[in-house]
């Protein structure tokens, strides 16, 4: 499909925690070394994606200054030099921010930036939002073409009027033949018993995920009577301490958990039951690429990706955005109906392998890389 010299790609993922952002840049790192392919991320050292990089022996270009540090330019330029690179792929808005600065100066002729949710929702400042969303404009100014990893993403690209051709749609993908990695016993980590019934939330704990309405809809759950009823969030993030501090408020202390940053993500899913999410924005969340890779049913907001390749009722449970009577409603149907809820489960999985392979995603990638590499569509 490609030529016999493919062109050689730096990958820029400038992320300090982990989510399904680093997810699809290792799996493309995956694919790239698979394929023969030369290339390199660019990543900051110590990081959770260096470590996990390291780990698997993929190529990678650690750098020690902090994200906001000026001297980002000169470890970008010298990853392009070093790499002699044809193609730079920039993940996550910093890393969008820097490469939009430094490719009309040392950059080459690829120019790609992979966008996986809505900057001016997924904030929890307006200013924030907008400051975020000029590294995009920045991007389109300098000549980038974008990836969006669900077709709302492409449709929020264009209302900063990005044409349509500059825009590639590439699903994120998952290998459902992986089996997950042995995890220890999520329900003795906590002290629950044995029959209790787990909801469960995996990802950044950050105001993107609006994980106080996860906590309260629990909440409400617990008073009307659920006492099988357990939370598990597994994850690290900035507002730890204030849900910690929410689920003491509200006396659910013993019946939440929190497990931290976890390797071992799809082992803890396999042991829930229900995974629940609340997120303000989200182009299409790896998090539930992972419950279907264990058919594990999945409740979420109708929002962003997952409204346009899940049914409701069928392979997942949808709720209007900020509807927590309705979440509630359906969190007592999960434990209600368990029969149910497990053919969601595995109509979720056989949905995701039909439609959301990692494969295919690879290829679509690849072949971006390769058309601009070529520079096909060069501005």
């Given amino acids: ?24 840049v290792q799996q493309t790192a995956q694919g790239l070394a698979g394929a023969g392919w030369p290339y390199a991320v660019m990543v900051l050292q110590g990081s959770p994606l260096h470590k996990a990089l390291d780990t698997q022996g993929l190529a990678c270009i650690p750098v020690s200054h902090r994200r906001a540090d ?63 969303e000029q590294a995009l404009r920045l991007c389109k100014r300098a000549g980038f073409r974008f990836l969006a990893v669900s077709g709302t993403i492409a449709d929020y690209l264009d209302t900063l009027s990005i044409p349509s051709g500059h825009i590639t749609l590439s699903h994120n993908g998952v290998d459902l033949d992986v089996v997950p990695a042995p995890a220890g016993s999520l329900r003795q980590e906590f002290g629950w018993p044995e029959e209790c019934h787990v909801f469960a939330f995996a990802g950044r704990l950050e105001y993107q995920k609006n994980l106080p309405m996860l906590i309260t809809a629990f909440a409400d759950l617990v008073q009307r009577g659920a006492p099988r009823a357990r939370l598990c969030l597994i994850g690290e993030g900035g507002k730890r301490a204030e849900l910690e501090a929410q689920v003491a408020e509200l006396g659910l202390t013993g019946r939440v958990g929190f497990t931290g940053y976890r390797c071992d993500v799809l082992g803890l899913l396999s042991q829930a039951d229900v995974m629940c999410l609340t997120s303000h924005a989200e182009g299409l969340p790896y998090v539930m690429l992972e419950a279907a890779q264990v058919s594990l049913p999945v409740i979420s907001p109708k929002i962003d990706g997952a409204a346009e390749l899940f049914e409701d009722g069928r392979d997942i449970l949808f ?44 290829r679509v990638t690849l072949d971006c890389y390769s058309r601009l590499g070529r520079g096909h569509g060069e501005p």
Wanted: aromatic share 6%.
């Fill in 70 to 132: 000026p001297r980002q330019l000169l470890h970008l330029r010298d990853a392009l030099r070093r790499l002699n690179a044809d193609v730079i792929d920039a993940h996550n808005v910093q890393s969008q921010f820097w490469a939009a600065l430094c490719a009309p100066i040392w950059g080459p002729r690829g120019r790609l930036a992979s966008v996986h949710t809505n900057y001016r929702v997924a904030n929890e400042s307006k200013l924030k939002g907008w400051v975020h």
């Fill in 1 to 24: 499909m490609w030529s016999s010299q493919p062109p050689s790609v730096l990958i820029v993922a400038l992320a300090k925690g982990f989510g399904g952002v680093n997810v699809r």
């Fill in 319 to 362: 709720y209007p955005p900020g509807d927590h009577a309705h979440l509630v409603a359906l969190m007592a149907r999960a434990l209600d109906q368990p029969d149910d809820m497990r053919s969601i489960g595995h109509s979720m999985r056989d949905r995701v392998g039909q439609a959301m392979s990692l494969d295919a995603m690879i």
